[in-house]
Structures are given as structure tokens and as C-alpha cells.
């Protein structure tokens, strides 16, 4: 069985975390996203995301860029996985309570925190916080928000609506989603995604950057 890859053009390495299909691969490390520091970045927010970032480099630097096979470990990962990240999700969760977020940085940061998490309600709020980065005017966050969610259907065992997760037992919605919704959202349709598998299956990663997205950002 392949491992899932990620296919989120972001700068986080992702450290696997059993029964949420992320993993560190060399497709979530490919693609860079540096962090706007303007004055409409919430101080708070800025600070959490570099802490996050520290963090997750160490634990790849820890894993030496390999992904455990033996369930005892990565259960174990997991559990290091939800006490190092959800101090920073109750965080944000307190912002976004405290009506403290207000540009579209603010609520795609704050996605970024929530998307860490490691329970099935931090991917839907962090879905929910890039679709508001997106109706403030952030391209990518369309993106980010189809990653979300499908990254919380597979945390309650649903399949996923976009198609975002590549690898292991994949199952996509055919029944309810279409094609022209999930190019709205940057996501290629699924003539495309069953070509995006063939490189998964054979390791292709150059292929499966060049046609990954559906869309441009720049």
C-alpha cells in the first residue's frame, strides 16, 4: 500500500498522523509559502505559526525523513502530535472567539494552526477559516479549504469531497461532487486526479507537482 501523499503547496513538513492521512513526503516539502508579516498579521498569529514551524522541523529532523511502519510508533507520534499542536489550536480558537482576526492573512494563518490539530473538528473550523481568507481576497486559501475538508471527512471516515489525498485506500466522493466545483477550488477534476495516482504509484513526484493544481496563484 503507498503512503498518502500531501499534496498542499505549503512550506510545512508534515509528520504522519495515523488515521488523518498526512504524511511527510517530498510533495509537502516542494512547494514554499512564505508567510506575509504585514501590518494586518495578528501579532499572536505570526509567533504561533513560526513556533509551529520550529517545531515540526525538529520532529522531521527527529524521524530522519522516514515515515514508521510500526503501529506502536506512530501511535505514539500521533499522541506527541495532539500535545504539541493543541495548545495552538485552543489559541486560536480563543482569537477567532475574541473576534480578534480580521484580514485574510489572519484567517489563513489561523487555518494553518488549526489544520494541526489532531481531532476531527480542527480540520472543519480550519476549512471554515479559509474559506473566510478567501472571501478577503487570498487566491490560495480556495486551496487550502478543499484540503481541510477532506482532510476532515477522512478523520470520521467519510470519503473525501475534493480528492486532495493521494495514496493508501483512497476513496472520493463521486456521487454528490463534480468536476466544475472542484476547479472553483483549484482541485483537478477526476480524469486528472486518476493520472495524479499513476504518478503516486510510481513515485513521480516531479510529474505530480507539475499537475497537482487546477489553477494558478501567482
Known amino acids: 500500500m503507498e503512503s498518502p501523499v500531501d499534496p498542499r503547496p505549503s512550506r510545512k513538513r508534515r509528520v504522519f498522523v495515523p488515521g488523518l492521512a498526512v504524511a511527510i513526503s517530498a510533495a509537502a516539502i516542494a512547494g514554499a509559502v512564505q508567510f506575509a508579516t504585514s501590518r494586518s498579521v495578528t501579532p499572536e498569529l505570526q509567533r504561533l505559526v513560526d513556533e509551529d514551524q520550529d517545531e515540526d522541523d525538529r520532529a522531521y529532523a527527529d524521524l530522519g525523513g522516514t515515515e514508521p511502519t510500526d503501529p506502536a510508533v506512530r501511535a505514539e507520534l500521533m499522541e506527541k502530535w495532539k500535545r504539541r499542536h493543541q495548545p495552538r489550536c485552543e489559541k486560536v480558537i480563543a482569537l477567532v472567539q ?18 494541526h490539530g489532531g481531532q476531527a473538528e480542527d480540520h472543519l473550523l480550519a476549512h471554515t477559516l479559509f474559506v473566510a481568507s478567501a472571501m478577503k481576497g487570498r ?10 475538508l477532506d482532510d476532515y471527512l477522512i478523520a470520521i471516515g467519510r470519503p473525501q469531497f475534493f480528492g486532495t489525498t493521494y495514496g493508501g485506500e483512497r476513496q472520493v466522493d463521486r456521487t454528490h461532487m463534480a468536476d466544475p466545483l472542484r476547479r472553483l477550488f483549484c482541485v483537478p477534476g477526476m480524469d486528472r486526479q486518476r493520472e495524479l495516482e499513476e504518478y503516486v504509484r510510481r513515485g513521480d513526484h516531479q510529474a505530480f507537482q507539475a499537475s497537482k493544481l487546477d489553477c494558478r496563484f501567482d
Open 98 to 115: 475574541q473576534g480578534r482576526l480580521s484580514s485574510a492573512e489572519d484567517y489563513y494563518m489561523a487555518g494553518l494552526l488549526m489544520q
Open 139 to 148: 487566491r490560495d486559501s480556495r486551496w487550502y479549504a478543499a484540503i481541510a
